[in-house]
């Protein structure tokens, strides 16, 4: 079980990241950190079963795409929130709709990957799944909540800050997976 966890959180971490930048960037309530929340949620919950369900078959093919697919969505979003914030408009930073689906899944790509390595955990998949997927909408409605508090004196730069995070992020993953 303290592995399950392990994995959790480590699989978490990149979702967190996309809610303080969303928190630290917007007007984010209770409501929205929740579907926030839910959303990176969902997808960290879904993606090991898919990942599981493939099996080790496509572990190769998956392994070789996803830091790419995670490199590419982030690097969009990132710059997406760079250019509305030069913008002079009261735009709503927040994602929705597309972009957090988007998100969701760029931050869950590689829990696909990790979803193979389930039955070695000795834990029902089911459960796993749940746990991981717990774990990040956890992580991710305590981060948007708190970020957007501090996001708050620092409105101006913000966006800016929170796009920049979203391309650190993508080119992490990216180098990460190529020097492994």
């Known amino acids: 079980m303290l592995s399950l966890v392990g994995l959790a959180l480590a699989l978490a971490m990149d979702a967190l990241a996309v809610s ?4 630290a960037a ?4 209770v409501a929205e950190a929740l579907k926030l929340a839910l959303a990176f949620g969902a997808a960290q919950a879904l993606m090991p079963l898919v990942g599981w369900g493939l099996g080790t078959a496509f572990a190769g093919w998956i392994e070789s795409v996803d830091h790419w697919v995670a490199f590419l969505l982030l690097s969009a979003l990132g710059l997406n929130m760079l250019r509305a ?4 408009t009261e735009a709503d930073p927040e994602l929705s709709g597309w972009h957090l689906f988007a998100a969701a899944i760029a931050t869950s790509i590689d829990a696909a990957a990790a979803g193979i390595t389930l039955p070695l955990l000795a834990v029902p ?3 796993a799944c749940a746990i991981i997927g717990a774990v990040t909408a956890l992580l ?3 981060g948007a909540l ?3 508090h501090v996001g708050r004196r620092f409105e101006g730069r913000a966006e800016i800050f929170g796009g920049l995070v979203l391309i650190a992020l ?6 990460e997976h190529l020097s492994a």
């Open 146 to 148: 708190g970020a957007h």
């Open 125 to 127: 998949v089911g459960l």
């Open 26 to 29: 917007g007007r984010m309530g």
């Open 85 to 88: 914030s030069r913008e002079d």
């Open 170 to 175: 993508g080119v992490k993953i990216l180098v």
């Open 20 to 23: 303080l930048a969303q928190g």
């Open 140 to 142: 991710c409605f305590a």
